[in-house]
């Protein structure tokens, strides 16, 4: 059975593409995954069984041999850096939240710096396994 490593793959397109340990890319479609799984991260280790497809070599009957490590994960801060700036967090939003309930929103420059960093204490949370 072929093996080879995701190069990409666009849940939303159904498709995408393999590079197979024989050196050539091989079409991936949506149909080919395994049951429950509706995405591949890219550099996901796989098997698959070939077939001609319209266009060229297509996979079929995907398994997952091995996901690729999430470099989100490897990366983010420890939990006790996780829980000082989490607090912090709170302090601002809890500082716009009395601004609010005075009919006050925050100024441009305040609500950017809010939302930057929310994305970025969300970026952290969200680790896909």
């Given at each position: 059975?072929?093996s080879g490593r995701v190069r990409w793959f666009d849940a939303n397109k159904g498709f995408g593409f393999i590079a197979s340990d024989?050196?050539?890319?091989?079409?991936?479609?949506?149909?080919?995954?395994?049951?429950?799984?509706?995405?591949?991260?890219?550099?996901?280790?796989?098997?698959?069984?070939?077939?001609?497809?319209?266009?060229?070599?297509?996979?079929?009957?995907?398994?997952?041999?091995?996901?690729?490590?999430?470099?989100v994960k490897a990366n983010r801060p420890q939990a006790d850096d996780m829980a000082a700036i989490v607090e912090d967090l709170i302090?601002?939003?809890?500082?716009?939240?009395?601004?609010?309930?005075?009919?006050?929103?925050?100024?441009?420059?305040?609500?950017?710096?809010?939302?930057?960093?929310?994305?970025?204490?969300?970026?952290?949370?969200?680790?896909?396994?």
């Amino acid at each position: 059975m072929p093996s080879g490593r995701v190069r990409w793959f666009d849940a939303n397109k159904g498709f995408g593409f393999i590079a197979s340990d024989e050196g050539t890319d091989v079409f991936l479609p949506a149909a080919a995954l395994p049951a429950g799984l509706t995405t591949l991260r890219k550099n996901a280790r796989v098997e698959f069984s070939v077939v001609d497809g319209r266009k060229g070599p297509q996979a079929m009957g995907v398994t997952l041999v091995a996901t690729a490590p999430s470099m989100v994960k490897a990366n983010r801060p420890q939990a006790d850096d996780m829980a000082a700036i989490v607090e912090d967090l709170i302090k601002l939003l809890d500082s716009a939240g009395n601004g609010l309930r005075r009919h006050h929103y925050p100024s441009a420059a305040e609500s950017k710096k809010l939302a930057t960093l929310l994305r970025a204490v969300a970026d952290n949370f969200d680790v896909q396994e």
